[in-house]
């Protein structure tokens, strides 16, 4: 069988959020599989509002169909899963949006989990997206920045820690979920602190990507033999 080759959406247009989730994802498929990535160029710098998802549609939809028999599925790198309903619509290969593949991971693994968004402006959606997989009653709580403090303190990796310690405090999580990607050794620098398990949403979706293609491929074979 050949090498699987999967290719990861970054739906907004930021290249350093690209050349980072390439960095992250390609250390994930070391050994594993081939993995490309590409950013949407007409999409928004980032993806946090209904507004954003739309906007970022259509640059996404050309990046499927001109990889059309190419890649053998697809991550989209945005914890959102942004038009990833819709993608599926163009494509016979996998497509795996990063939030669903790591709220579906975190709970498979059987215990008390939380979502830890970037801020209280993403929470309304991801409280939508987690009712949708019929998860409604799991905690999510939004990323604290320090009133007052300077940038370092408030560094997207310190803002996550803070939701993530307050959802263990308060919600009594044992499993973190963060709504971000594109942050290197994010999950370990919150295991280290807190002493949960982190799920990483890239790792989740580009796993489950290259299983289902493999699946695929297995099954396609067995009906010819």
């Known amino acids: 069988m050949a090498e699987i080759k999967i290719l990861v959406i970054n739906p907004n247009s930021t290249a350093a959020a690209?050349?980072?989730i390439l960095t992250a994802a390609r250390g994930y498929a070391a050994g594993h599989f081939q993995v490309d990535a590409l950013g949407n160029a007409d999409g928004p710098d980032f993806i946090d509002t209904d507004e954003d998802r739309i906007a970022a549609a259509p640059g996404m939809r050309r990046i499927v169909e001109q990889t059309a028999g190419q890649y053998d599925g697809y991550v989209v790198a945005?914890?959102?899963d942004p038009n990833v309903p819709a993608l599926r619509r163009l494509t016979d290969r996998p497509v795996v949006g990063i939030g669903e593949a790591s709220i579906r991971?975190?709970?498979l693994l059987g215990r008390p989990f939380?979502?830890?968004t970037t801020g209280e402006a993403s929470l309304?959606?991801?409280?939508?997206?987690?009712?949708?997989l019929g998860l409604d009653a799991v905690p999510c709580r939004p990323g604290v920045a320090i009133e007052g403090a300077g940038e370092a303190e408030n560094s997207m990796y310190l803002r996550l820690l803070r939701g993530a310690q307050t959802a263990v405090e308060q919600d009594g999580a044992q499993v973190i979920v963060p709504a971000i990607t594109g942050f290197p050794g994010l999950d370990r620098?919150?295991?280290?602190?807190?002493?949960?398990?982190?799920?990483?949403?890239?790792?989740?979706?580009l796993f489950l990507c290259r299983d289902l293609s493999e699946y695929a491929e297995q099954k396609k074979r067995k009906e010819k033999g």
């Open 18 to 20: 690209t050349e980072g």
């Open 78 to 80: 945005c914890h959102c």
């Open 105 to 107: 991971m975190a709970a």
């Open 114 to 116: 939380a979502v830890v």
């Open 124 to 132: 309304p959606h991801k409280r939508r997206q987690l009712a949708a």
């Open 189 to 205: 620098f919150i295991e280290e602190r807190l002493c949960v398990s982190v799920v990483d949403g890239l790792a989740c979706a």
